[in-house]
């Protein structure tokens, strides 16, 4: 869990920097645009006399907190609207110039909104961007470069699982395209991955283990499991009720079917010779060929998966 460390505005300066009691609605993304730690962000937002202020401001380390939540801050743009009066506002660092540092800031800053909205029952749709209240293109390097949708897929993985999973969607006609979303756990990062839609991206790291997988559909069933590495096939699981795989064993060998009528494939990454293998449809231990993805005793790195 990224650390939070309270840095709280001194309250000779509140008439300034957040004069209004609220009850927040939102969370509002913004990048500073700056090469700064999150620190000097707020140190020099609590020692200025401007009417500008926010009340996080998230870099690789840490996040500092500098305004209370139950007080508005002057950020969006928007005068006495909703972005300034009734949101709460979130400043990732590092995206003047980009690069790891930042993006282990925009992975922080997502981790402290997933908190944001588990501890509110909020769902990512109270998650908004500094641009939605001005038209000021901020947060830039995320619209530019990283992807907005993106970065709310990060903030659904990173959220408790209940609130995190919506409610499959109605079935559909029969002739309507059916998508399946995946995850993967990283057991270098510790953590699950973003969600990917069919093929969109692959789900994993280059490099690192993938010790677990999730899956669902968005109409009808899927079922798999995965084998371990030095063990055995693990018992299948069925959409998110459960995730196939065991924390820190890293994967060798994944299978998949559904019950939807149509096909699913997937295909592995292999992370020692560095290659994808081909996409497989079967459901069968004993059939090397076509009945699961991967090679036992080759760890896996990536996951790729699509309904046909
Ligand atoms: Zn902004």
């Known amino acids: 869990m990224v650390n939070i460390r309270r840095e709280i505005c001194p309250a000779d300066k509140w008439d300034i920097k957040c004069p209004n009691k609220m009850t927040p609605t939102r969370i509002v993304i913004h990048n500073t645009a700056n090469d700064a730690p999150a620190k ?41 609207g909703k972005g300034n009066r009734e949101g709460i506002a979130i400043e990732i660092c590092y995206s003047k110039s980009g690069g790891e540092k930042w993006l282990k800031a925009v992975e922080n800053a997502a981790e402290l909104t997933a908190k944001l909205l588990d501890e509110r029952g909020w769902g990512t749709d109270r998650v908004t961007k500094h641009q939605d209240y001005s038209g000021k293109h901020c947060p830039h390097r995320i619209l530019d470069e990283y992807g907005w949708d993106k970065f709310l897929d990060l903030v659904k993985s990173k959220m408790k699982k209940a609130s995190a999973v919506k409610p499959a969607a109605p079935s559909a006609p029969a002739a309507k395209k059916i998508s399946v979303i995946y995850q993967v756990w990283d057991d270098v990062k510790n953590c699950w991955l973003p969600e990917v839609t069919d093929l969109t991206d692959y789900a994993g790291l280059y490099g690192h283990d993938v010790c677990a997988v999730y899956a669902r559909l968005t109409s009808g069933n899927i079922f798999y499991k995965v084998h371990y590495k030095g063990g055995v096939w693990l018992p299948e699981v069925k959409n998110r009720e459960d995730y196939a795989g065991l924390f820190n064993k890293p994967i060798d060998g994944l299978m998949m079917r559904t019950d939807t009528g149509k096909t699913v494939k997937y295909a592995v990454h292999l992370r020692i010779s560095d290659r994808w293998l081909p996409f497989v449809s079967g459901y069968d231990a004993d059939d090397f060929d076509n009945g699961y993805a991967g090679i036992i005793g080759q760890e896996i790195d990536g996951v790729k998966i699509y309904i046909e």
């Not at 200025?48 to 926010?54: A, C, D, I, T, Y």
């Not at 996080?56 to 006495?80: C, K, M, P, S, Y």
């Open 40 to 80: 000097n962000e707020i140190s020099y937002m609590n020692s200025n006399k401007n009417e500008v202020s926010f009340h996080f401001a998230v870099d690789d380390t840490e996040t500092v907190q500098g305004i209370e939540l139950d007080r508005n801050a002057w950020h969006a743009g928007d005068g006495n």
